[in-house]
C-alpha cells in the first residue's frame, strides 16, 4: 500500500509502497479515506515527541473498516469510523470506566505505531477504540473532528466547564483553538480569541469570537482579554501549547477561573512554570487536557449531526496523499488559518 514515510526527523516525508498492516485479535484495519494534517504530526516529525523510525505519521483518521480481528463485535466490515488519536487498551481500570485517554498501555497511531497518512492503518481494541460515523458525515469533516475538534470539545465542555454566557479566552487560534471558538460558541459562552496572526483572529472572528486581541505584545494581550471580559475570563485554554501562552492563560483568569492546557509543551517546555501565586490566591483550576475517549464521541457526534456544530468551516484545505509530507514540513513556518486534510 501506499504511505508517507520519513526515515530521519526533519527530512521531508516521501510516498513510497509499504506493507499492509497486520490486523491482531480485537484490532480492526482501517481503510483510510482522509486524515488531518496537525501540529502533533509536526512535533513527531522534528523529533520532538520521539518515533521508531522510519515513521508513517497520521492519527485524525476516518474511513471505511477493512479487516477485522477475532473478538471484535461492535463493528464490521464497510463500517463508516474514525478513532481517537489515543487508543486504549481496553482492559484496563481506565479504559473500563471510559478514560481510554489516559490509558497506561495506550498506542497513539502516528506516534508509538504506523499512522494514518497511508491507505490503511490498525486500530488496536476496537470495541474501545472505534466510534461509527453518522451517515450523513463526510469523511473530510470527520478526519477534522479527529484529534483537535475532540480534543477542544473535551477541554471546553468536560474541563472547562463553560457555561450559557461565561467568558471562554482561546489562546493560540489554531486548529484546535478555532475549534473551541466553535466549541464555546455552540456552548453559549462568549469568546476572546487571542493569536498572533491577523489571519487566525479573523477566522476566528468569523467563527463566532467576539473580541479579537492581538498577542504580539503577550502583557498588553492579557489586560486586554481581562478587561473586555470585565475582569478576566472564567475559562482560559492555551490552544498552542507554549510556556508565554500558558502563563499568560492563567493570567487571563478571573478568581476561581479554570486554566485548561491543551497544546502539548514538550522538551525544555515540559516543566513550564506558571504563576503560582495567582493558582493559590484566586483558587484557579489548572487542567490538563488530553484528547478525547472514543466512549465520549457519540455526544459530540450528535450534536454535529444536528447541526449544532459544523466541522466544515475549519477545513481550510482538502489536498492529497503526495503533498502531504509537504504540508507536514510546512508546519516549521505559521501557515494559512484552519485545518489541512488529506483526502485518499
Ligand atoms: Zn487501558
Ligand atoms: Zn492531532
Redesign the pocket.
Known amino acids: 500500500m501506499r504511505a508517507v514515510v520519513f526515515d530521519a526527523y526533519g527530512q521531508v516525508p516521501e510516498v513510497r509502497s509499504v506493507p499492509e498492516p497486520g490486523c491482531p485479535d480485537g484490532a480492526v484495519v482501517v481503510a483510510v479515506r482522509a486524515t ?1 494534517v ?4 509536526w512535533h513527531a516529525w522534528r523529533g520532538h515527541d520521539p518515533v521508531a523510525l522510519p515513521h508513517v505519521p497520521g ?2 483518521l476516518a474511513g471505511e473498516v477493512l479487516r477485522v480481528g477475532a473478538g471484535v463485535t461492535t463493528v464490521a466490515v464497510g463500517d463508516r469510523v474514525t478513532a481517537p ?1 489515543v487508543c486504549g487498551c481496553g482492559i484496563c481500570e481506565f479504559c473500563t470506566s471510559g478514560d481510554a485517554q489516559v490509558c497506561p498501555d495506550q498506542y497513539q497511531p502516528g506516534f508509538t505505531g504506523p499512522g494514518s497518512f497511508a491507505e490503511q492503518v490498525m486500530v488496536p481494541a476496537a470495541d474501545t477504540n472505534v466510534v461509527r460515523l453518522p451517515e450523513r458525515l463526510g469523511f473530510v469533516e470527520a478526519a477534522a473532528l ?3 475538534f475532540a ?1 477542544a470539545f473535551r477541554a471546553v465542555q468536560a474541563h472547562g466547564r463553560v457555561s450559557e454566557g461565561q467568558w471562554l479566552a482561546v489562546l493560540g487560534c489554531g ?1 484546535v483553538g478555532l475549534s473551541a471558538v466553535m466549541v464555546g460558541r455552540a456552548l453559549g459562552a462568549r469568546v476572546v480569541a487571542v493569536d498572533v496572526s491577523p489571519a487566525a483572529l479573523e477566522q476566528a472572528g468569523r467563527l463566532g469570537a467576539e473580541v479579537l486581541v492581538d498577542a504580539r505584545d503577550l502583557p498588553a494581550a492579557v489586560s486586554r482579554v481581562r478587561s473586555a471580559t470585565g475582569g478576566g475570563a472564567h475559562v482560559s485554554i492555551d490552544a498552542l501549547g507554549s510556556p508565554a501562552l500558558a502563563t499568560a492563560s492563567v493570567r487571563s483568569l478571573r478568581r476561581r477561573g479554570r486554566h485548561v492546557q491543551v497544546g502539548l509543551l514538550l522538551g525544555e517546555d515540559a516543566a513550564t512554570a506558571l504563576p503560582m501565586d495567582l493558582v493559590v490566591a484566586h483558587e484557579l483550576e489548572v487542567i490538563g487536557s488530553h484528547g478525547m475517549a472514543a466512549a465520549d464521541y457519540p455526544a459530540m457526534l450528535d450534536l454535529v449531526d444536528r447541526g449544532v456544530l459544523d466541522p466544515r468551516p475549519l477545513v481550510s484545505r482538502v489536498i492529497g496523499l503526495d503533498e502531504a509530507g509537504a504540508a507536514l514540513a510546512a508546519m516549521d513556518r505559521p501557515g494559512p488559518p484552519g485545518l489541512t486534510v488529506v483526502e485518499i
Do not use: A, V
Not at 496537525?38 to 504530526?41: G, Q, V
Open positions: 488531518g496537525c501540529r502533533s504530526d492519527h485524525e488519536f479527529g484529534c483537535r480534543t486548529g
